[in-house]
């Protein structure tokens, strides 16, 4: 197989080959994140990704999902992807199930109609890094989208009836801007559908622009008790039906939730998560964290 570089796969996907198409992240500029700071953009050559599948094909000919992974790699255009997924097909032809994950504006460069080729062909998930539906707070985190832009192409993608995963990304507004990231946030996630919202907690990592900034007083983290308050918040004023993940969030394990049905239940977990939290331990988990 021609894995390069960092790997990562969705770890809430039923377990399933990994087909690696590109390299790398697009934007490359997030302050909070260097998972992919010294991999230079790249796409797999076609040569590459037939001769994985062929090996795919010799230990799992019957598998009928694919996780097609690198930071990013729904940023490719319709054309190629339309070719992967023929590519795909001639070697599991059981597949039925391929996902990814994908930035927004990677949704941009495709048409309703061909994103419901791609749904047609297998390509019936995306994983979306949203973090954030506050304008300020993904202007601060170098985002490179609005909220407007996340309405707008997941629209699309609802439209072509692609499944969608959006992430909230607990505490990286800081004490700033922590109430209008949670409650924007909320806002539009809730004009979208998405069949599940992840929350996971910010962690300052070494080498990251948004540490520099908190080491310069110039961003302000929140504490473990206030990152709760914040998630709290956010699931206050959410509304859409979705399933709940809470990676990251040792302390209100909210994962595999169905919501708003089990809002008032998930609100009272919040609550007691947030009155009872041992601070020093769970500042002590965090600082143990090493990568996203």
Not at 5 to 22: A, D, K, V
Not at 111 to 129: A, D, H, I, S, Y
Not at 203 to 215: H, Q, R, S, W
Request: proline share 4%; aromatic share 6%; with cysteine.
């Amino acid at each position: 197989m021609h894995y390069t570089g960092t790997l990562y796969r969705n770890p809430y996907e039923p377990q399933s080959p990994l087909l690696e198409i590109t390299q790398g992240c697009t934007h490359n500029k997030c302050k909070f994140c260097t998972m992919y700071k010294d991999v230079p953009f790249r796409m797999s050559p076609l040569e590459w990704i037939e001769e994985d599948l062929q090996e795919i094909a010799m230990f799992d000919p019957g598998t009928e999902r694919l996780q097609l992974i690198g930071a990013d790699p729904f940023c490719m255009e319709f054309k190629k992807l339309d070719i992967i997924c023929d590519m795909v097909h001639k070697y599991l032809p059981k597949v039925a199930v391929m996902t990814m994950a994908a930035r927004v504006d990677n949704v941009k460069n495709k048409t309703v109609g061909q994103l419901k080729t791609l749904k047609e062909k297998g390509m019936v998930e995306v994983n979306l890094g949203v973090e954030s539906g506050d304008d300020r707070t993904l202007d601060r985190i170098q985002k490179g989208y609005h909220a407007r832009d996340i309405i707008e192409q997941c629209r699309k993608l609802d439209e072509a009836g692609i499944r969608y995963w959006m992430t909230f990304l607990n505490g990286v507004a800081g004490k700033e801007l922590s109430h209008e990231h949670a409650v924007n946030s909320a806002k539009v996630f809730s004009e979208c559908h998405p069949v599940v919202v992840g929350t996971g907690g910010l962690t300052l990592f070494p080498g990251t622009p948004l540490l520099d900034e908190a080491n310069r007083g110039e961003f302000t983290p929140l504490s473990e008790k206030e990152m709760l308050i914040e998630q709290k918040t956010f699931l206050e004023n959410l509304t859409c039906e979705c399933t709940l993940i809470t990676h990251h969030t040792v302390t209100a394990n909210l994962t595999g939730m169905s919501f708003p049905e089990n809002k008032e239940l998930i609100l009272k977990k919040m609550q007691h998560a947030i009155d009872n939290i041992d601070e020093e331990r769970m500042a002590a988990v965090r600082n143990n964290k090493t990568h996203l």
